[in-house]
């Protein structure tokens, strides 16, 4: 099978300061990572603030070139894509959903303008194609054109406008969506209806998502791989439920022990590492 | 910490809430608005213990603690009820105080920790300069004890002393919220409010911070109210819990009866929804927006979300009723109503 994403040791360095007093950030450091064509899964990024996920996502895609390895999807490096054309063929099958929705949309725009814009450019529709691929989209996460037509982001809830986001992005249908840390600003109690929803993309749309989190328990719920990343290397990877469930490498116990489970009520509470 | 020192001693109220009622009243133009954020809260605090306050976000958590330590600001009005505390073995009306006797209670007895308080500190000022500015003037020292107490008192939350020399921007989340638990708890105050102190942090640091906050709240032996929407921190910290739904406690009891045996279905939602680790059956999200609190639903607020509504839960709001010792519920499902609900 051909790979529909290929991260192969790729790394990440930020410079920063004068010849004298430079300071050199490695953010991500040889991680490698593949995606099969044909066979749609949902893989978690996990790691703690610092550790690189964000970085690794932009490098995805394509909004920060590597500073060494490569990123291949589909065969074409996504570095090399410098054309208007071939960045648009790009966004068309890569997709982003970023963590605050509220941040993402412009608070001045209508929110259907987002819908109406990414039906033009991305999947070429006009007239009143438009409206259809919009509504369409909207359906798939469970809201519809009537609820969000000319209304602007304030006027729908975190949980809502998370899910516009969601359908925004599914317009072009895309093969691959990159969603970074998208329920960490949606409180529990709607968390998991866009935690189902990436579920279903996944098994009726056949949409490959990478997902990236810091919340350990959403990721064992709906992930088929992790892949468990600190100070910008992967220390642990494999099968979602076996690495979480048996974690090996201190890192990765250590993340799953400060894991605050509401079963713990009437237990002690200690931390082990201070 | 849920083994609740409150009942080994005699259980003494620090802060008694009495059917508070604060409403965001705004009017331009000649149209007027009111939103009810905290409507008709009533509950207790006692000497010792860590209350929790769970809900979503904008169920007026926070507009609830503002009015608590009377940190209200103009479209915020207090409409009916009344806050009263015992501080320094004084009781206290903080809404009957004048400007000046409320600012000698502040920090020396109340201390508030906000939410994003990482960014509280002031970023072109040392930190050292922050606990001047906030302190000094409490504890009532010389400037080289007060510095000394200081010291010591980061050195209990594993700071080094260098980070009095430090500005914000030098430290890292986590020491900053960790500077700004220092601060509010310098002065050794009976009470403490922490409004979600840890959600901006990640997992393993959040787990660090409410250790501390916890041992620092037993050596000094204060009250605390702890507000966060994470189920999981009220699981592992707070004694007692509350539920807030649309400016309303729909529940309250001893957090683990609250987690374990939820009366209320809006409870016993937010407990089963979230996943665990090494179980990962299907569960379901929460149908339906939360209600607009300028135009709340009539009767019970859940109802046009709750899997249980009856005819009666839309004509009529259910009261808080006790369910067992301590646990109280507003629902008409979970407490029918009765003769023992009008007496």
């Known amino acids: ?274 | 910490m849920s083994v609740a020192p409150a009942q080994a001693e005699a259980a003494e109220r620090v802060l008694e809430v009495a059917n508070l009622r604060a409403y965001y009243r705004t009017s331009y133009f000649g149209v007027s608005r009111e939103v009810r954020a905290v409507d008709g809260v009533s509950l207790h605090v006692d000497r010792n213990e860590i209350y929790g306050l769970a809900g979503e976000s904008s169920c007026g958590k926070s507009t609830l603690v503002k009015t608590i330590v009377r940190a209200i600001r103009p479209p915020l009005t207090i409409i009916e009820g009344s806050v009263r505390f015992d501080l320094g073995g004084r009781a206290c009306d903080l809404y009957a105080l004048d400007q000046a006797r409320l600012a000698g209670l502040r920090w020396r007895h109340l201390s508030y920790i906000l939410q994003g308080s990482m960014n509280v500190l002031n970023p072109v000022r040392r930190v050292r300069q922050s606990f001047v500015d906030f302190a000094f003037r409490h504890v009532g020292k010389p400037m080289p004890q007060f510095l000394r107490q200081v010291e010591n008192h980061l050195a209990r939350l594993r700071l080094e002393p260098a980070v009095l020399d430090s500005y914000p921007h030098e430290l890292s989340g986590g020491m900053r919220q960790r500077v700004t638990i220092a601060l509010a708890s310098v002065c050794r105050p009976d009470f403490i409010v922490a409004d979600e102190p840890t959600t901006a942090l990640d997992v393993v640091v959040q787990k660090d911070v409410l250790a501390l906050l916890c041992e620092v709240q037993r050596q000094i032996r204060s009250s605390m109210i702890l507000v966060t929407h994470d189920i999981g921190v009220h699981a592992n910290v707070t004694d007692r819990m509350g539920i807030m739904y649309a400016g309303r406690l729909v529940e309250e009891g001893r957090t683990v009866e609250v987690i374990r045996k939820p009366r209320h279905p809006y409870t016993a939602h937010l407990v089963t929804s979230l996943p665990r680790i090494g179980d990962a059956e299907p569960r379901k999200g929460l149908e339906g927006a939360p209600p607009n609190l300028a135009n709340p639903p009539s009767g019970c607020r859940f109802h046009p979300r709750c899997p249980l509504a009856m005819a009666l839960c839309r004509q009529q709001p259910p009261p808080m009723v006790d369910v067992a010792a301590g646990h109280r519920v507003a629902c008409w499902a979970a407490a029918p109503p009765g003769p023992a609900v009008v007496s």
């Open chain 1, 1 to 274: 099978m051909s790979p529909l994403l290929d991260i192969d040791r790729v790394g990440m360095t930020y410079v920063s300061g004068t010849l004298l007093a430079r300071r050199v950030v490695r953010a991500v450091d040889a991680v490698s990572l593949r995606l099969e064509a044909g066979r749609p899964e949902i893989v978690a990024i996990i790691g703690e603030s610092g550790s690189g996920k964000t970085t690794l996502a932009r490098m995805i895609l394509n909004l920060a070139a590597p500073t060494d390895g490569t990123i291949r999807f589909l065969g074409t490096e996504v570095a090399t894509i410098r054309s208007k054309r071939a960045r648009m063929d790009f966004m068309r099958q890569v997709q982003p959903i970023f963590q605050n929705p509220f941040e993402a949309f412009n608070p001045l725009k209508r929110l259907d303008r987002y819908l109406f814009m990414s039906a033009r450019r991305f999947a070429g529709a006009r007239g009143a194609e438009i409206d259809a691929r919009a509504d369409r989209a909207l359906h798939q996460v469970g809201l519809s054109l009537a609820e969000v037509k000319g209304r602007f982001p304030h006027e729908l809830s975190g949980g809502q406008l998370q899910r516009a986001a969601i359908a925004r992005a599914l317009i072009p249908a895309p093969k691959l969506i990159v969603a970074d840390e998208p329920v960490s600003m949606v409180d529990a109690s709607l968390r998991m209806s866009i935690v189902n929803l990436f579920r279903s993309l996944r098994d009726e749309l056949q949409v490959s998502i990478i997902y990236i989190t810091h919340d350990l328990a959403t990721a064992y719920y709906i992930s088929d791989r992790v892949l468990i990343m600190q100070r910008g290397q992967a220390v642990e990877s494999g099968v979602a439920r076996d690495v979480l469930a048996n974690p090996q490498h201190p890192y990765s116990r250590l993340l799953k022990e400060s894991v605050l489970s509401p079963d713990d009520a009437g237990k002690p509470f200690v931390s082990a590492n201070i």
